[in-house]
Each structure stands twice: as C-alpha cells, then as structure tokens.
Nanobody, 118 residues
Framework: QVQLVESGGGLVQAGGSLRLSCAAS????????MGWYRQAPGKQRELVAT???????NYADSVKGRFTISRDGAKNTVYLQMNSLKPEDTAVYYC????????????WGQGTQVTVSS
C-alpha cells in the first residue's frame, strides 16, 4: 500500500501564500503521477495541479500563474506553492498519487484545510 501524509495547510489572508507538502511512503514504485485536488463545501472534488513522472505538469485554469507544483523524487514528496491566494481557494486539499503497476491505482491523502479570509 501507499501512504500519503500532507502538511502545510492553514488560515491565510487573501493575497497571502501557503506551501503544501505531501510525503509518500510504502510501496512507492512505478509512480505515474502525483498531485493535488481540492474540495470546497458543497462542491465536487476538482483537480488543482498534477505532475507526471516525465515532468509534465497540469494546472486548473483557476490557479495558473498563482500555484506551482514541484516534486522531490529523492524524498518522494510533492509540493504545492500557492501564491496570491483568494477566498475561493478555500477548500480541503488532497494529495493524490497514481501508481501504474500492472493496473493503475489511485491513492489519496487525508486532506489538509486551506482557508483564505477576505
């Protein structure tokens, strides 16, 4: 199995910054993608940013230019640097990992709350 442990959430004023971290452990081989999703109250979980093993990154339009995803392969950790935060960024942020070993399998962290006050 794979375990994902997130950290770095919290309360910040609009315009501020936060950095989320997610450390993966366990059977962490054949990792295809790591990334972040978020879910606001009353809304569906949505993609924020992903980073594929080949280096390709993907961002939601709403965060382009403000958020940056990065990975440290040696530490099996993915980061999300969030700048110019807006109240609409308020959500629970979930770390995501897809392992592609025979069949793709998705793993999720427990989530970390990000609250942006206006």
């Amino acid at each position: 199995q794979v375990q994902l442990v997130e950290s770095g959430g919290g309360l910040v004023q609009a315009g501020g910054s936060l950095r989320l971290s997610c450390a993966a452990s366990g059977l962490i081989f054949h990792i295809q993608t790591m990334g972040w999703y978020r879910q606001a109250p009353g809304k569906q979980r949505e993609l924020v940013a992903t980073s594929a093993s080949g280096g390709h990154t993907n961002y939601a339009d709403s965060v382009k230019g403000r958020f940056t995803i990065s990975r440290d392969g040696a530490k099996n950790t993915v980061y999300l640097q969030m700048n110019s935060l807006k109240p609409e960024d308020t959500a629970v942020y979930y770390c995501y990992l897809r392992r592609d070993y025979y069949t793709p399998t998705d793993y999720w962290g427990q989530g970390t709350q990000v609250t942006v006050s206006s």
